[in-house]
């Protein structure tokens, strides 16, 4: 879903995030049938959000809402597993990719990867958890040829 008119958002764009999407889903060894919600907004929006949910007001790049609390039990699920949403704010991906210099599209497949592993239970809190997420998430992007 789109909710917002600062970057055009393209077919190829959409077809993009959802090729990593399914790599990521299946190199965590998902269930075929999950299914994961992409919202893609600007900075105002994903800062209200932010502020609602985590009591921050500031924009971030992306926030992830888990439908499921422990996605690595069986599911009791008929039909698609609704993993949760995954916001990213373009305004942030296009200036997160500036000041990594590096494209739009590395930037924005590492924030769909990254909310997709907190959907799946992954966090940053502790050092050990955040070494264990990168690693994940540069495993994914490179199984897919997404490099810096």
């Known amino acids: 879903m789109n909710q917002q008119n600062i970057v055009e958002v393209t077919d190829m764009m959409l077809s993009f995030l959802e090729k990593v999407i399914q790599h990521a889903l299946k190199i965590e060894g998902a269930d075929d049938r999950a299914e994961v919600s992409i919202v893609l907004t600007d900075d105002e929006h994903i800062r209200n959000l932010n502020k609602k949910h ?4 500031n924009p971030t790049d992306v926030l ?31 200036e997160q990719r ?7 599209e590395r930037e924005l497949a590492y924030l769909a990867v990254h909310g997709l592993l907190h959907l799946l239970g992954y966090d940053h809190i502790n050092d050990d958890d955040q070494r264990e997420m990168r690693a994940r998430e540069e495993e994914i992007l490179s199984g897919l040829k997404i490099t810096r």
């Open 54 to 57: 985590r009591g921050i007001d």
């Open 64 to 94: 992830s809402f888990p439908m499921i609390d422990n996605f690595n039990e069986e599911m009791p699920y008929e039909g698609e597993i609704p993993l949760g949403d995954i916001v990213i704010s373009l305004e942030r991906v296009e």
């Open 98 to 104: 500036k000041d990594y210099g590096h494209s739009f």
